[in-house]
């Protein structure tokens, strides 16, 4: 077991940045992968990036060279970097942790755009 806390998550203008963090009760080493994915109002929860244990990182499209995913397995955090936000962007974020066919997930935060 794991508990997943989501923080940083605000409102912007399209355009800016935002950083968003998850911190685990526990180290993160040991999860195959940790990830973001998103969910906006009336639409499916969709990954937007994930990074396995190994250091790989995966992007959505719409994502790509615009948000970053990355790790500090001192602090047992995984952060998302989001730059040059778009009003599509808004949605609530969780943080998701996966150990073989185990997911965990935190509670979200949300982070809205302006257009």
């Known amino acids: 077991q794991v508990q997943l806390v989501e923080s940083g998550g605000d409102l912007v203008q399209a355009g800016g940045s935002l950083r968003i963090s998850c911190a685990a009760s526990r180290s993160i080493l040991g999860f195959n992968a940790m990830g973001w994915y998103r969910q906006a109002p009336g639409k499916q929860r969709e990954l937007v990036a994930d990074i396995s244990s190994g250091g790989s990182r995966n992007y959505v499209d719409s994502v790509k060279g615009r948000f970053t995913i990355f790790r500090d397995n001192a602090k047992n955090t995984v952060y998302l970097q989001m730059n040059s936000l778009k009003p599509e962007d808004t949605a609530v974020y969780y943080c998701?942790?996966?150990?073989?066919?185990?997911?965990?997930w935190g509670q979200g935060t949300q982070v809205t755009v302006s257009s």
């Open positions: 998701n942790a996966q150990k073989l066919q185990s997911f965990y």
